[in-house]
């Protein structure tokens, strides 16, 4: 009850028409030891809202919008510092992930709360993701969150609130085993880890995760972890940089009786390990950190970075997002839901160090599709520069309106079937382009360069000495059959006498009695019904009547 009277709370106020708008263009800093507070007003921030070593932040009764177009573009940075959120709400602009899978999973925002920083959330509104890292500290109460990332060196007390997702999550430095049971979705929750060591706790009280429970184990990560008879969605598995190609099969989805992580990964020693008993998982996500492997037979997100160079068959994505990639193959893929190619923005600036390599911020790919079909209702493209090649096929988008263009340019190559020897032309309006003559096979193809200002564009093909055009997008399923419609063949002239010696071929006119299939049977005509049975029906209606007749008589 008390979360409802906060949240109804936290409505009313935060639509009110008093509460004065600023827009800060830029990133918006709080310096070492100053504080902010942010009352009854709203603050948008066109950039990072950076907190510093020793600054504080207040709110109450108070918006912080930070604008994103696209996952980390801009977030909320904080070190060593101090917040408390009081009957507010922070939250993104409205992106594309928060339009499509609404506030409480698709807020792409994230809150990183690094070295020992402290977060009081108490009657609010996060649309965000919460992340206690470095020895931080999170309280939230009667409270909304879209996730929150715990990591075991952080100490964190959830009490009567409404998560949309809760993260596990696993860094270096102490070897051991962990297990986790009886975690299921929407249903209220108590749940107590302590006596860590790596030093924080976990207190969960009456609170709600909707959605999403997960465990994400970083590279370094050195955990055993067995899950049992839970509902759970997602395992992160991240994998080092290697050298020689490792392999990936037969990831699980659904029920799982018995599964061993270790069993289904060859080519390299994984320092964590997962073991589900008779738990149901949506599926594992591994997180190639410019990994050299192959994924084979198995339901999962992917997501490459940086110099991944990956192998992809027999497998159906959830989603992708690429951070960057070497070379990715796909064959017999099917991606649905989710399609990103983006940068990695938390590896600007330094990357990542995993096994003495750096891992970038990426954001390049060079894409070969043998048989990819592409079901993902938003595609959200803020790369550097990528290819595509190959065969694919959109079943969504089907709309160019669906594809975010922020940043990037992608180099798409189409393969065309045709006739041998024919002549295809591409177009730009009444611009020639591009002139391709097809090889003995039929085969050619045709490449554009998209960027932001013309991957809504749409080009044509045409094939020479015919009138036959083919519209070409950037999300144009291929290869491209360009064939021209055969004529249909013409009625040969009649004969002359033809129509005097009548019709002598085979088929029989259409006026003629075509035979019934073999096996069928033709209904018997009618059988007319013979005299004495009518003769009979009426005798008895007869007789009905004069029984009628003597009641009435009778009672009179």
């Not at 959605?211 to 080092?240: H, Q």
């Not at 803020?382 to 595509?388: L, P, Q, T, V």
């Not at 295809?424 to 085969?443: M, P, S, V, Y």
Request: with cysteine; aromatic share 10%.
């Amino acid at each position: 009850m008390r979360l409802a009277v906060f949240t109804l709370l936290s409505l009313v106020l935060l639509a009110s028409p008093s509460l004065a708008y600023e827009l800060h263009e830029g990133d918006f800093v709080v310096g070492s030891g100053e504080t902010f507070v942010l009352k009854d007003r709203t603050l948008e921030v066109d950039g990072d809202f950076i907190l510093e070593d020793g600054s504080t932040f207040i709110m109450e009764n108070a918006v912080l919008i930070i604008r994103e177009r696209y996952k980390s573009e801009h977030s909320l940075k904080a070190t060593r510092a101090k917040i408390t959120v009081r009957n507010s709400q922070i939250r993104s602009s409205q992106n594309v992930m928060a339009q499509t899978l609404g506030n409480l999973l698709g807020p792409e925002l994230n809150l990183h709360m690094d070295r020992r920083s402290e977060i009081t959330v108490e009657g609010s509104e996060i649309y965000g993701r919460i992340i206690l890292h470095e020895a931080s500290t999170g309280h939230i109460e009667n409270s909304t969150v879209s996730y929150v990332y715990w990591s075991m060196d952080s100490k964190l007390t959830l009490e009567k609130s409404v998560l949309g997702s809760f993260v596990f999550e696993c860094f270096g430095g102490k070897r051991g085993e962990m297990t986790l049971s009886d975690l299921k979705r929407n249903a209220s929750t108590n749940l107590e880890l302590s006596n860590l060591p790596e030093g924080g706790f976990l207190e969960m009280r009456d609170t709600n995760v909707k959605m999403l429970w997960s465990f994400n184990m970083e590279a370094e990560c050195e955990k055993d972890v067995t899950l049992r008879n839970s509902n759970f969605n997602l395992f992160w598995v991240k994998f080092p940089p290697t050298d020689e190609r490792i392999r990936i099969e037969n990831l699980p989805t659904g029920f799982v009786t018995s599964f061993d992580l270790r069993e289904v990964v060859s080519g390299i020693t994984l320092p964590y390990n997962v073991r589900i008993e008779n738990a149901r998982i949506d599926f594992f996500k591994p997180e190639m950190l410019g990994t050299k492997a192959e994924i084979v037979n198995s339901h999962a997100m992917v997501h490459p970075y940086d110099f991944a160079d990956l192998v992809i068959r027999n497998s159906t994505l959830y989603s992708f997002f690429n951070y960057g990639s070497k070379r990715v193959e796909f064959h017999n893929v099917y991606i649905r839901e989710n399609l990103q190619l983006i940068e990695k923005v938390e590896f600007r600036g330094g990357g990542r160090k995993v096994n003495g390599k750096t891992i970038g911020a990426g954001g390049n790919f060079d894409f070969l599709f043998d048989n990819l079909v592409i079901n993902a209702p938003e595609i959200i493209v803020a790369c550097n520069e990528g290819k595509m090649n190959g065969s694919v096929k959109f079943l969504s988008p089907l709309s160019l309106s669906n594809v975010h263009w922020v940043k990037g340019k992608i180099t798409r190559t189409y393969p065309v079937i045709s006739d041998p020897n024919a002549k295809i032309t591409l177009w730009d309006g009444e611009t020639l382009k591009q002139t391709k003559t097809t090889d003995e096979n039929g085969r050619t193809s045709f490449t554009l360069i998209f960027d932001p200002t013309t991957y809504n564009k749409t080009y044509t093909l045409k094939l020479s000495n015919s009138s036959f055009e083919f519209p070409l997008t950037f999300i144009t399923s291929t290869p491209i059959n360009l064939t021209a419609p055969k004529p249909e063949p013409e009625e040969p002239p009649e004969q002359p006498g033809q129509a005097e010696m009548g019709n002598k071929s085979n088929t029989p006119p259409a006026s003629a009695t075509t035979p019934e299939p073999e096996g069928s049977e033709s209904p018997p005509p009618p059988t007319p019904t013979p005299i004495p049975v009518i003769l009979g029906v009426l005798g008895i209606f007869a007789i009905l009547i004069a029984i009628g007749v003597w009641v009435v008589w009778r009672k009179r």
